[in-house]
């Protein structure tokens, strides 16, 4: 239902994706993991049309999206919650889930939506009315979520949602991202932390200064001895029989 060839984009003289080649399928939880700077967020607005591609071609559902605004890339249902779980401070949480229901797929389903949303997200709708700005950073996520169901997303994209959380949130995080993989929305989810993204992804493509470097199953990522000395458990690491499989699992 997405997928990128050969696209590379960056800031100006800055090449930040080199040739990526990316394809998920309808239904499908990807993970796309790499350490700081290799290039995530970079994949993210370039999927969201913030940034033009430099070369290659993006496809979402058949058709070529890869020239299209912003705005017209939202409006066939690809959803982007960046970095930094960006609300709108002064606004209260329910003004926030309005704003998020600006996109014309979203028109007459703004209120069984918001329901789902406080059913999800109890501790939202007992902060309804206050200013999004006066939550916790885990809040400000699940609002940063809700937002985006309230978008009526076909593809969801995640930037480091887990990014700065503590532990017990990171949990609800998860168990919201279960929820739209249980409703059938396609999700593309970016992190810094493998161990949640694998857990949460059935594959996952690993990225490092903006080239795909290895594309795989969850489990066979979490098992890859360069996965894990990378981006899972100690920098130094050495193998403990020569058996790379068995040594991950020690
Ligand atoms: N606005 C920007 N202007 C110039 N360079 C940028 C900008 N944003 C990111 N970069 C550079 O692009 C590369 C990839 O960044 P990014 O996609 O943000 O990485 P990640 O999300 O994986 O941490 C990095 O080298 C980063 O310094
Ligand atoms: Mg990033």
Redesign the pocket.
């Given at each position: 239902m997405l997928r990128l060839s050969n696209v590379s984009a960056?800031?100006?003289a800055?090449t930040?994706l080199r040739k990526v080649d990316i394809s998920l399928e309808a239904g499908e939880v990807v993970a796309l993991i790499?350490s700081?700077?290799?290039?995530?967020?970079?994949?993210l607005r370039t999927i969201s049309g913030l940034i033009r591609p430099t070369a290659g071609t993006i496809e979402f559902q058949g058709e070529v999206i890869t020239n299209l605004s912003p705005e017209q890339i939202v409006a066939r249902g690809i959803v982007h919650v960046p970095?930094g779980r960006r609300v709108f401070p002064r606004l209260s949480v329910q003004q926030n889930l309005t704003v998020g229901a600006f996109s014309p797929r979203a028109h007459g389903k703004e209120k069984a939506t918001r329901e789902r949303v406080f059913e999800l997200f109890p501790r939202l709708y007992e902060r309804r009315r206050q200013l999004a700005g006066s939550l916790s950073g885990g809040e400000q996520q699940m609002l940063a979520f809700g937002r985006a169901m309230m978008a009526q997303p076909v593809l969801l994209m995640l930037d480091e949602p887990s990014l700065g959380l503590a532990p017990i949130v990171v949990e609800e995080i998860a168990n919201a991202i279960d929820y739209f993989r249980e409703s059938g929305v396609t999700i593309l989810l970016?992190e810094q932390n493998a161990e949640l993204a694998l857990s949460l992804a059935t594959r996952g493509y690993v990225?490092e200064t903006?080239s795909i470097v290895l594309s795989d199953s969850s489990d066979r990522l979490l098992e890859n001895p360069k996965v894990w000395a990378s981006y899972l458990g100690e920098q130094e690491w050495e193998f403990a029989d020569g058996d790379p499989a068995q040594a991950a699992n020690t």
């Open positions: 960056g800031y100006g800055v930040a790499g700081n700077g290799a290039g995530k967020s970079t994949a970095e970016v990225i903006g």
